[in-house]
């Protein structure tokens, strides 16, 4: 079987976010189970500085009034290949997402990647799409390739990652891109890519089976609801896993001392003493929170703000806090240092190395989100042995399983409503269950007995591939 796996992110090579480690990790474990697994990404400014790929080709894509040069370079990375997509004009830059011309940048990169499979001769039997940036490929695959043989037999699987990022523009961007006009395109009068792929699939994905759900409800779905409703029996939640090699407190070389489930309680008390020293705080037996997380809307800082002076005030938890994104947040946590200098640290910014530091050393993990379509720092932090604490939404609500304190089951905290009380009141249980040493070492151990790695889903996933595969063809025209 063979499939290629295309976004606009993925580790090693580029990360804003979990789809980059989504990126980096599956194809590994789709590889061991026998998939040959390609993967294609834009070939931004800082992955042409740091690796030295091998050019492959060129090819031509129309867009507006020109046959637009697509490079293709090569890599192979731990067994697998990786193709980049070369264009000085859309993607020699500094940043990734958040251009004027980000629609016109990545409609390019949609038509690039199937004219950069004749260049390097891989045809696949499944697209594998990822978020809107990838949108446009299985309705471009439909109507500008049906006339080759080798493109009319590909199925097409798309992913949401995040059904907030749609990737919606004015409906003139379609004057530059040279294919026919449908309504699968267009959305409340403008261009979405994320909902013309859901109409266009074959079959549509998400990264978790209670997110699959949520964005069948107004409440999640911004606005795309009716649509994924169209598609109800073509779409499956599928969890991520983790790189349990990169995340692994056994061999980790950034934490301050590696353990293992045997040897967790030793193992944490030398991480968080380490932690707390990197922060220039003295070494006390109380409960540290940590949170590692882009600053946006969705992490819910919101309902975290009014509740930290408080905690400071009525328990002796610590914070240590790290992330970057929008001011306000940045702006809080500096503040909130600034005001509690013995009890509130933040990194802002983001560290691969310190990032690891906390997942080590914190004793609770903070994801009080408002939506989470999977979540990878809760599964990172359960790993370590740090207990997470969340909102029961999407895959933290599928991979938090809460403490039971009658029957001692459970391997977490959790709450329900989003709000601030609902959250105060766990983060006061998580602090008074701290103090109960037997029931907290035994949380510890259930979170770490767990399986995160990623065989399981990827199963799930050939699974599908297979389905598709094996499926009738869909219409070809409109
Ligand atoms: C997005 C989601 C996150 C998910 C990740 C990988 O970043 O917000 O919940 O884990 O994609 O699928």
New binding site residues.
């Given amino acids: 079987m063979k499939v290629l796996l295309c976004a606009s992110e993925g580790t090693p090579f580029i990360k804003t ?3 980059a ?2 990126v980096g990790a599956l194809p590994k474990a789709l590889k061991k189970n026998g998939v040959d697994v390609r993967v294609m990404l834009p070939y931004y400014k800082k992955i042409k500085e740091q690796n030295n790929a091998e050019y492959c080709g060129y090819a031509y894509v129309r867009i507006a009034d020109r046959n637009e040069y697509v490079g293709v370079f090569h890599k192979e990375y731990e067994g697998i290949d990786y193709y980049f997509i070369d264009s000085d004009r859309y993607f020699n830059r500094d940043g990734l997402y958040g251009y004027g011309d980000d629609g016109e940048r990545f409609a390019f990169y949609c038509f690039a990647v199937l004219e950069a499979m004749k260049v390097v001769n891989f045809f696949p039997d499944i697209i594998h799409c990822n ?1 809107w940036q990838t949108g446009l490929i299985p309705y471009i695959l439909k109507n500008n390739y049906n006339y080759y043989m080798e493109f009319r037999r590909i199925k097409t699987i798309f ?1 949401i ?2 059904i907030q990022y749609q990737g919606i523009f004015p409906r003139d961007i379609m004057n530059i891109m040279f294919m026919p006009y449908s309504s699968s395109l267009e959305y409340d009068n403008c261009i979405n890519f994320m909902k013309c792929a859901i109409m266009e699939s074959n079959l549509v994905t998400t ?1 978790s089976n209670s ?1 699959k759900y949520e964005v069948l409800t107004p409440e999640y779905s911004y606005k795309l609801n009716n649509i994924l409703e169209l598609r109800r029996d073509d779409f499956y939640g599928i969890v ?1 896993g983790i790189d349990v090699n990169k995340y692994n407190p056994e061999t980790d070389k950034y934490i301050f001392a590696n353990y293992n489930i045997k040897t967790v309680k030793e193992g944490k008390l030398k991480n968080k003493k380490a932690l707390l020293k990197e922060f220039n705080l003295p070494f006390k037996d109380v409960p540290v929170f940590g949170l590692v997380s ?1 600053l946006v809307e ?1 992490k819910g800082i919101d309902i975290l703000m009014p509740i930290i002076d408080d905690m400071i005030e009525h328990t002796d938890a610590i914070f240590i806090l790290m992330g970057s994104g929008e001011k306000v947040y940045e702006d809080f946590f500096r503040y909130m240092e600034f005001k509690h200098p013995k009890r509130f640290k933040s990194y802002i910014g983001y560290s691969d190395s310190m990032a690891q530091k906390i997942y080590a050393g914190a004793d609770i993990f903070l994801m009080p ?1 408002k939506f ?5 720092g809760q599964l990172i932090a359960m790993r370590y042995g740090t207990l997470p604490l969340v909102r029961e939404t ?2 933290l609500k599928d991979t938090v399983k809460p403490y039971n304190k009658y029957n001692q089951t459970g391997w977490g905290f959790s709450f329900g409503g989003y709000n601030v009380e609902a959250l105060k009141e766990v983060m006061y249980l998580a602090t008074e269950t701290f103090k109960d040493k037997s029931a907290w070492n035994l949380l510890v151990q259930h979170a770490m007995e767990l399986d995160y790695s990623w065989d399981n889903s990827a199963k799930d996933y050939i699974s599908l591939y297979e389905k598709t595969i094996n499926s009738g063809r869909k219409k070809w025209t409109h």
């Fill in positions: 976010g979990g789809l480690d989504v978020d992913s990652h995040n990264v997110y991520n882009r969705q989100s989470e379509p999977c979540g990878l999407g895959g």
